[in-house]
Nanobody, 123 residues
Framework: VQLQASGGGLVQAGGSLRLSCAVS??????YGWFRQAPGKEREFVAA????????AYADSVKGRFTISRDNAKNTVYLQMNRLKPDDTALYYC???????????????????WGQGTLVTVSS
């Protein structure tokens, strides 16, 4: 099983980025995006139930970020709009076999993790 995150970069405040998480090896029930800023703990960003398309978002990103999935490509996306300097962090994608009905929002609930992709938002 491998989760490959990509799409990070440097963007000005107000700009947009789309992160991708390509999953190989199998399909999972739930996928999530988390982020960790320097000196801070990892925090939940967004999650999606693969089969039902149910989603959940952190309050700090609600209305600006959208999580989605492409069944054919076995890829999960995080569209990030109206980015703020506070969004600067290393972003991780995660996957787990549980959580078939309610998106999982705690990092401890996820078994598989990809490497991080860095998002830097300049003011």
């Amino acid at each position: 099983v491998q989760l490959q995150a990509s799409g990070g970069g440097l963007v000005q405040a107000g700009g947009s980025l789309r992160l991708s998480c390509a999953v190989s090896g199998r399909t999972f029930s739930t996928y999530g995006w988390f982020r960790q800023a320097p000196g801070k703990e990892r925090e939940f960003v967004a999650a999606i139930i693969w089969s039902r398309n149910n989603t959940a978002y952190a309050d700090s990103v609600k209305g600006r970020f959208t999580i989605s999935r492409d069944n054919a490509k076995n890829t999960v996306y995080l569209q990030m709009n109206r980015l703020k300097p506070d969004d600067t962090a290393l972003y991780y994608c995660a996957a787990d076999s549980g959580g078939r009905y309610v998106p999982r929002t705690f990092s401890s609930q996820y078994e598989y993790w990809g490497q991080g992709t860095l998002v830097t938002v300049s003011s």
